[in-house]
């Protein structure tokens, strides 16, 4: 054998060996913790999860069967305690964002205060947008919300009312819930709605665009060296949406460039509103462009799950639905409740409709992916159910959505029970551990979500909207819905049969 033989085998002999003992390494950091197969080496386990479409129950069942700290990649685990997901999002935590956040970019090269990895440049961009969420800042949020649950029971008193003599007209709640949150979403980010409502479709193609490259992003967060080359400006600008584009993702960019561009111009005047108070508080022009996309992104889709999602399980657990409507109709004989509108203080005084938020939330979590947290360089140790774990230094732990909010530890034998009389039991130390699991929902703590404010206005004023309008029914309770999650949620064809109320 030639002497450049030899050398060629060497060197690829110093390759494998280096690449098998950082396989061992990256193994033998978190052997402690147990789960699916080649989890220790690889994060195919993650990718598959995803492509699956059913991402929440791959991860819950990762954790029954692993325990409550469960491996799912080589540097990744994923919990199910609420006290852990607690002190790891806690306002002082020693805690960071994992770099999963970084493929939730909508431009390539360009943060939000969602994918921003940075602590202090997090805090600084949450500071100076919370008065603008919060609704001080910005007057007309809730007469805005109105508008559109106004022209969402126009919509369906136009075109979907069906009667007991025959007529059917059936409705697609799912896609109309969508309508309804994107266009105050939309109306909240800009100051103009995208109109889906008044022209009943998909206007833009955003909701199938969005559904179309939802797992492509989650994917991206799922495998950080990938989402770091696509995620770059030189490779990103090539892969994905412009701006320029005439529908999808690229519309929406355009519109909010050319929106946000005019209030930067010599001409515009300042406006009590959400873009207002943003610039107000010191947000560029670049910057609002990606916070306006990331509002619509995330705001849209998961208040639309949360409205459908309640909606169903209403449908399919009468008592709990008369329960609603019955309360309804009392603060309307009451005098409690305005007109047109539900008022947001008024939704907030009536205790099932609270009661149905807390456990619609809970039963069927809007956001269900990894939003995993890296530990402290020092690593932490921490103790769930009486046990003891070591969590190594810069060990990224994920999210378990639906073991949180499906713990029989803390919700009871019937955790998989639609049971909103479980929130208004006595005051007792399991119903405050209740109300700290079921905030896991919104974020906790420093990463609590901006958004949290707007949408509880959404959802105080549209079921009481919807049940004291109409009648719902479920058409086919055998195939309810489409559903998949890669974690977020893709749902349509929820087809319901709409009867006015007798007594409105």
Not at 308 to 334: G, K, P
Not at 339 to 353: N, R, T
Not at 378 to 388: H, P
């Amino acid at each position: 054998m030639s002497f450049t033989s030899k050398l060629l085998l060497q060197v690829v002999g110093l390759v494998v060996a280096g690449y098998v003992f950082r396989l061992w390494s990256q193994y033998n950091r978190l052997k402690a913790f147990k789960g699916p197969l080649g989890t220790g080496f690889t994060n195919l386990w993650l990718v598959k999860a995803v492509l699956g479409l059913n991402t929440h129950l791959e991860y819950y069942n990762v954790c029954k069967k692993y325990g409550p700290l469960s491996r799912v990649g080589p540097d990744t685990l994923i919990t199910d305690s609420p006290e852990l997901l607690i002190r790891m999002n806690a306002a002082r935590s020693a805690y960071t964002k994992g770099a999963w956040y970084k493929g939730n970019r909508i431009q390539p090269g360009h943060d939000n205060v969602f994918s921003m990895l940075s602590e202090t440049g997090h805090a600084q961009r949450r500071t100076q947008m919370a008065a603008g969420y919060s609704g001080k800042e910005n007057l007309s949020l809730e007469s805005s919300v109105d508008t559109h649950v106004q022209s969402f029971i126009r919509l369906i008193r136009k075109k979907y009312l069906s009667n007991d003599k025959g007529a059917f007209k059936p409705m697609d709640l799912a896609r109309k819930a969508q309508f309804f949150t994107l266009d105050v979403i939309t109306d909240v980010a800009f100051g103009q709605p995208f109109g889906d409502l008044e022209q009943d479709e998909d206007i833009h193609k955003y909701i199938q665009s969005t559904e179309e490259m939802l797992q492509v992003i989650i994917l991206m967060g799922t495998i950080p060296a990938v989402s770091d080359i696509v995620q770059s400006e030189s490779v990103g600008t090539l892969l994905f949406p412009s701006g320029k584009e005439s529908t999808g993702i690229g519309r929406l960019i355009g519109i909010a460039q050319q929106i946000v561009g005019e209030r930067f111009s010599a001409s515009a005047q300042a406006q009590p509103d959400m873009l207002g108070s943003f610039m107000r508080h010191g947000l560029n022009e670049e910057e609002l462009v990606s916070e306006s996309l990331m509002q619509i992104l995330a705001g849209g889709d998961t208040s639309a799950t949360a409205i459908r999602a309640t909606m169903l399980h209403l449908m399919t657990n009468r008592r709990s639905y008369e329960a609603l409507r019955d309360e309804i109709d009392t603060a309307v004989r009451a005098g409690k409740i305005s007109s047109p509108v539900i008022k947001d203080v008024e939704g907030q005084a009536l205790p099932y409709l609270q009661a149905v938020i807390k456990e619609g939330m809970r039963i069927w979590p809007p956001v269900t992916g990894l939003l995993s947290k890296k530990s402290p360089p020092e690593g932490d140790t921490v103790e769930i159910l009486g046990k003891t774990y070591f969590i190594p230094g810069n060990t990224n732990v994920g999210y378990c959505a639906w073991g949180v909010m499906h713990s029989t530890d803390v919700f009871g034998e019937d955790a998989d029970v639609f049971r909103p009389e479980r929130w208004l039991e006595p005051e007792s130390e399991k119903l405050s551990r209740m109300h700290k699991t079921v905030e896991l929902a919104w974020g906790y703590g420093k990463y609590q979500c901006l958004g949290k404010n707007v949408a509880m206005i959404e959802l105080n004023k549209v079921f009481v909207e919807l049940l004291r309008n109409f009648d719902f029914e479920i058409i086919d309770p055998t195939r309810p819905w489409k559903s998949g999650n890669v974690g977020l949620w893709m749902q349509s064809e929820l087809w319901v049969r709409v009867l006015e109320r007798e007594h409105s």
